[in-house]
């Protein structure tokens, strides 16, 4: 009589099987996470200049550097009667790792108007291209 069951040989099989899939399969869905991740940033961020619009087309002119994306949620002081918000909701201020996306009012990136910025995980200037530390501007 037979005994049923697996031999060492064929569970190693299996085990160096999974343990390629792990090396070669795994990186390329984290990898996509972070590409996800940085075009939900770059949308996130469509949705500001959007409201940044319709705030320039209200009040005649952009949030200072003072007022910051908060004039987009809180009607500043002097603007009170021209501003017609709230322009987004304060989740849209933050990008897909919770960070705050960055106002700069003089813009240097576009020059003659405003950047965005997002800083990516790290939360600190400078980044490897193509990777979760990436900085990420408004175009």
């Given amino acids: 009589m037979r005994n049923k069951g697996f031999t060492i040989i064929e569970v190693l099989t299996?085990?160096?099987?999974?343990?390629?899939?792990?090396?070669?399969?795994?990186?390329?869905m984290?990898?996509?996470?972070g590409k996800a991740r940085r075009d939900i940033a770059k949308s996130k961020m469509a949705i500001i200049e959007s409201a940044l619009g319709r705030f320039?087309?209200?009040?005649?002119?952009?949030?200072?550097?003072?007022?910051?994306?908060?004039?987009?949620?809180?009607a500043p002081a002097e603007l009170e009667e021209k501003w017609n918000g709230s322009y987004l909701k304060q989740s849209d201020l933050l990008d897909p790792w919770d960070n705050p996306y960055e106002y700069v009012a003089e813009g240097v990136i576009n020059a003659g108007s405003f950047d965005l910025i997002s800083y990516g995980a790290d939360k600190m200037e400078g980044g490897q291209e193509g990777t979760d530390d990436e900085d990420i501007y408004n175009d």
């Fill in 30 to 33: 984290f990898k996509g996470l």
């Fill in 14 to 28: 299996v085990v160096i099987i999974i343990g390629m899939l792990a090396v070669f399969v795994v990186p390329r």
């Fill in 56 to 74: 320039f087309y209200d009040c005649g002119r952009f949030p200072t550097q003072d007022e910051g994306l908060e004039a987009l949620l809180i």
